[in-house]
């Protein structure tokens, strides 16, 4: 157990639909990020959270957002789901700074079908 | 901008055998940089990190790393691969948004 809990592990829902990921960071821990994993793309950046903040923004579509609320949790939104954004999201955390190191959690895996 | 090449998609090493997984980074300081190895359904692991100072870095399960200025690289080693090392390795370098970037990833195979 690395200490940062995302729920679901999976999720199935159809084209069109919204889904909620949800991250619980390691204990202590400041900042949160998200990833999307993809065979074909790899690991990609989406968005970073500090205390509340928004920190950074990578490949994120106008489609996804995401927040980091009072006791740190995040949750990461995607809407009007397509086929290509079956993947795996990962929620990491870190004390402050990449700098760190990430912990990650175990991933959600979504399926569009 | 920062970025990270593996060049091995997928190498294969026999149980025992020496193992070398290279990675190459692009970035205009000192980097940070990370290695981080992921086992199927399963999120990454941290196995080693470079912040500064002594070039030869030891990180958990037997894992070495070394980070070379002149080659802009920071290749994995491990003197003898056990079964359980088959997984996914990921080379990360720390990003100006304060962020990781990831390479495309090494699977590793083990034959008995």
């Known amino acids: 157990d690395s200490g940062v809990t995302q729920t679901p592990k999976h999720l199935i829902t159809a084209t069109g639909q919204r889904v909620t990921l949800r991250c619980s960071p390691r204990?202590?821990?400041?900042?949160v990020y998200w990833y999307q994993q993809s065979l074909d793309q790899g690991l990609q950046f989406l968005i970073q959270?500090?205390?509340?903040?928004?920190?950074a923004k990578g490949n994120i579509l106008e489609r996804f957002s995401a927040q980091q609320f009072p006791d740190l949790h995040s949750e990461l939104n995607l809407s009007s789901l397509e086929l290509g954004d079956s993947a795996l999201y990962f929620c990491a955390s870190s004390p402050q700074g990449a700098g760190y190191g990430y912990t990650f959690g175990s991933g959600t895996r979504l399926t569009v079908v | 901008a920062q970025s990270v090449t593996q060049p091995d998609i997928h190498i294969t090493v026999s149980e025992g055998a020496s193992l070398e997984l290279r990675c190459n980074y692009s970035y205009g300081a000192t980097p940070y940089l990370f290695w981080y190895v992921q086992s199927p359904g399963q999120g990454l692991q941290l196995l080693l990190k470079?912040?500064?100072?002594?070039?030869l870095v030891q990180g958990i399960k037997g894992f070495e790393a070394e980070f070379k200025r002149s080659q802009s690289s920071f290749n994995l080693r491990k003197p003898s691969v056990h079964w359980s090392d088959a997984a996914e390795y990921f080379c990360a370098v720390g990003g100006s948004q304060g962020n990781l970037i990831f390479g495309k990833g090494t699977k590793l195979s083990v034959k008995p």
């Open positions: 470079y912040f500064s100072g002594d070039t």
């Open positions: 204990s202590g821990d400041l900042s």
């Open positions: 959270y500090y205390n509340g903040e928004e920190r």
